[in-house]
């Protein structure tokens, strides 16, 4: 079943919304500025080095009435595959007599293709867990029956098992078609459980050990329309985090095509979405709409009562920016005589772009997975200037910038919590144990020192997360920040391997000036070449 990759909302069984709803992924000239680019960068894509052997994958394919000449193509992109170990598991959920026959012909063509007929329509959930049920391969790759994949897209996923054989979950980049041109890439960040969380990171192509599907109980028909994201959810919560691998390729291609689609439909399946997310959360936190993208999804984390106290650490402390929604804070011009449980570093000049950025930041904070929560921090005139921060061998840090304020950013960066690598002390909020327990941030990273406290933290397992819901914008304009050359030596001596490949970001992408683009040149991962 298919989840938009952009967006929290999800679709009904065979459905798809192609039309209207894509504006909330592709408004936007960050969105734009990456789809402009992609024509030329596909001309040089190369699939680079896959492996000829590996376990067997197997391909679960539930079918129900798709149109015939996409149906011939979507089982051709399985049996076109440079990969040879796998097996076509096709569940028929009672389709038309001419649909069953063109699924019997192909498998009377190629043994390597399974079939099981469902004797009344079950919906998307129960046949893809009949299509498991006959499934005999370690892995299984989930297919619609009118998409395509790429031709070496299961020789990547064997790649990638056989540099790391533990993995439990792999996804990857994904890209749409409309009238048969390749256009809107997905290029997706590393591994993001935050991301995952506003909206269906894995998607297009979602792979899964086999085993583990079975533990948790394949996919569940009472989330309809969002059963996949469903399962995303719930496998990642049973394995850690190092079994989840991003390969930076666009290997599946997701087809558009004009359907009718009614919004009763589309608001029951952004609810069974929010339902899977308020299992998935439990009390820890509240799923909801997104404020600006409806379709995706905004978590509530809980705070507990009464309020913990929070030490606003800015230079002048009685400019501190308030949040009427959060009364229970204090401001101190210095870290050694706060008394809150959490500390809030805020630079001088900020002012609230929106109430409740003190409630967002401590329900982010309080996380005991997370270490550093930071916000959303706007120049005066409204253009963005702090979005979390991308590590970079050169630069040490990057950051998006934008110039429309209602810019979602590519594919949602602007308007979703996610995590990140770093936040910038511009807003950074930290649990004060946390901050005095790492020694809070070294002189020796200078400028970068907010940076270097996250990758130390990082170091004992705890990650970063950018959140849009805690918003402020600086009083005035601010002057550029002058480069620190002492600092930056000092970061590259002490993390160079760790800002040459930022765990959270897509080596097909970089950033230029604030903007992000395409790289000129297609990275692929160390793998095997093929066997002769």
């Given at each position: 079943?298919?989840?938009?990759?952009?967006?929290?909302?999800?679709?009904?069984?065979?459905?798809?919304?192609?039309?209207?709803?894509?504006?909330?992924?592709?408004?936007?000239?960050?969105?734009?500025?990456?789809?402009?680019?992609?024509?030329?960068w596909l001309r040089h894509e190369t699939p680079g080095f896959c492996v000829a052997?590996?376990?067997?994958?197997?391909?679960?394919?539930?079918?129900?009435?798709?149109?015939?000449?996409?149906?011939?193509?979507?089982?051709?992109?399985?049996?076109?595959?440079?990969?040879?170990?796998?097996?076509?598991?096709?569940?028929?959920?009672?389709?038309?007599?001419?649909?069953?026959?063109?699924?019997?012909?192909?498998?009377?063509?190629?043994?390597?293709?399974?079939?099981?007929?469902?004797?009344?329509?079950?919906?998307?959930?129960?046949?893809?867990?009949?299509?498991?049920?006959?499934?005999?391969?370690?892995?299984?790759?989930?297919?619609?029956?009118?998409?395509?994949?790429?031709?070496?897209?299961?020789?990547?996923?064997?790649?990638?098992?056989?540099?790391?054989?533990?993995?439990?979950?792999?996804?990857?980049?994904?890209?749409?078609?409309?009238?048969?041109?390749?256009?809107?890439?997905?290029?997706?960040?590393?591994?993001?459980?935050?991301?995952?969380?506003?909206?269906?990171?894995?998607?297009?192509?979602?792979?899964?050990?086999?085993?583990?599907?079975?533990?948790?109980?394949?996919?569940?028909?009472?989330?309809?329309?969002?059963?996949?994201?469903?399962?995303?959810?719930?496998?990642?919560?049973?394995?850690?985090?190092?079994?989840?691998?991003?390969?930076?390729?666009?290997?599946?291609?997701?087809?558009?095509?004009?359907?009718?689609?009614?919004?009763?439909?589309?608001?029951?399946?952004?609810?069974?979405?929010?339902?899977?997310?308020?299992?998935?959360?439990?009390?820890?936190?509240?799923?909801?709409?997104?404020?600006?993208?409806?379709?995706?999804?905004?978590?509530?984390?809980?705070?507990?009562?009464?309020p913990p106290l929070l030490s606003l650490i800015v230079r002048e402390p009685a400019e501190a920016p308030s949040?009427?929604?959060?009364?229970?804070?204090?401001?101190?011009?210095?870290?050694?005589?706060?008394?809150?449980?959490?500390?809030?570093?805020?630079?001088?000049?900020?002012?609230?772009?929106?109430?409740?950025?003190?409630?967002?930041?401590?329900?982010?904070?309080?996380?005991?997975?997370?270490?550093?929560?930071?916000?959303?921090?706007?120049?005066?005139?409204?253009?963005?200037?702090?979005?979390?921060?991308?590590?970079?061998?050169?630069?040490?840090?990057?950051?998006?910038?934008?110039?429309?304020?209602?810019?979602?950013?590519?594919?949602?960066?602007?308007?979703?919590?996610?995590?990140?690598?770093?936040?910038?002390?511009?807003?950074?909020?930290?649990?004060?144990?946390?901050?005095?327990?790492?020694?809070?941030?070294?002189?020796?990273?200078?400028?970068?020192?907010?940076?270097?406290?996250?990758?130390?933290?990082?170091?004992?397992?705890?990650?970063?997360?950018?959140?849009?819901?805690?918003?402020?914008?600086?009083?005035?304009?601010?002057?550029?920040?002058?480069?620190?050359?002492?600092?930056?030596?000092?970061?590259?001596?002490?993390?160079?391997?760790?800002?040459?490949?930022?765990?959270?970001?897509?080596?097909?992408?970089?950033?230029?000036?604030?903007?992000?683009?395409?790289?000129?040149?297609?990275?692929?991962?160390?793998?095997?070449?093929?066997?002769?």
């Amino acid at each position: 079943m298919t989840v938009l990759p952009s967006m929290g909302g999800v679709l009904p069984p065979y459905l798809r919304v192609r039309l209207g709803a894509l504006r909330y992924s592709w408004r936007g000239r960050q969105s734009a500025h990456v789809e402009r680019a992609y024509p030329a960068w596909l001309r040089h894509e190369t699939p680079g080095f896959c492996v000829a052997d590996g376990p067997l994958i197997s391909v679960l394919l539930p079918v129900h009435n798709p149109p015939a000449g996409l149906l011939r193509a979507a089982l051709a992109s399985v049996a076109g595959q440079t990969y040879t170990n796998w097996e076509l598991c096709v569940a028929d959920d009672a389709s038309a007599p001419e649909v069953a026959a063109l699924v019997a012909q192909h498998a009377a063509a190629d043994p390597r293709i399974r079939v099981v007929r469902l004797p009344k329509n079950t919906g998307i959930a129960a046949a893809t867990n009949a299509a498991l049920g006959i499934a005999t391969g370690a892995f299984v790759a989930l297919l619609d029956h009118d998409d395509l994949l790429a031709p070496h897209a299961l020789a990547r996923v064997a790649g990638a098992l056989a540099d790391s054989p533990d993995l439990g979950m792999i996804f990857s980049d994904e890209d749409q078609l409309i009238g048969g041109r390749r256009c809107r890439p997905y290029f997706k960040p590393g591994w993001n459980p935050d991301l995952l969380l506003g909206q269906n990171l894995v998607s297009h192509l979602g792979i899964y050990r086999r085993s583990l599907l079975e533990k948790i109980g394949g996919l569940r028909a009472g989330f309809d329309g969002s059963q996949d994201y469903d399962l995303a959810l719930r496998a990642a919560a049973a394995i850690p985090a190092d079994r989840i691998r991003h390969i930076p390729e666009i290997l599946y291609h997701w087809r558009q095509h004009p359907k009718a689609f009614s919004s009763r439909k589309l608001d029951a399946c952004r609810a069974s979405a929010l339902a899977a997310l308020a299992e998935r959360l439990g009390p820890a936190g509240h799923p909801e709409p997104a404020p600006d993208q409806p379709l995706w999804t905004r978590i509530a984390f809980a705070i507990p009562t009464p309020p913990p106290l929070l030490s606003l650490i800015v230079r002048e402390p009685a400019e501190a920016p308030s949040d009427p929604l959060y009364p229970s804070a204090e401001a101190v011009a210095d870290a050694s005589s706060a008394r809150g449980q959490i500390l809030v570093f805020l630079a001088p000049g900020l002012v609230p772009a929106a109430p409740g950025w003190l409630r967002e930041l401590a329900g982010q904070a309080l996380r005991p997975e997370i270490a550093c929560a930071g916000g959303r921090v706007d120049q005066p005139n409204l253009c963005v200037a702090e979005a979390g921060s991308t590590l970079d061998p050169d630069a040490i840090v990057q950051t998006l910038s934008a110039a429309d304020p209602d810019d979602p950013g590519y594919l949602g960066q602007y308007q979703l919590a996610r995590s990140v690598s770093a936040v910038s002390r511009i807003c950074l909020a930290i649990r004060a144990d946390l901050f005095r327990a790492a020694g809070g941030f070294d002189p020796r990273a200078g400028a970068y020192a907010d940076a270097d406290l996250c990758l130390r933290l990082a170091e004992q397992g705890l990650r970063c997360v950018w959140t849009p819901h805690a918003r402020l914008r600086y009083r005035n304009t601010i002057a550029p920040v002058r480069p620190d050359a002492a600092g930056a030596a000092y970061m590259r001596q002490r993390w160079g391997k760790t800002l040459a490949h930022d765990p959270y970001a897509n080596p097909n992408l970089v950033i230029r000036a604030g903007t992000l683009g395409l790289a000129d040149r297609q990275p692929h991962p160390p793998q095997r070449p093929a066997t002769p």
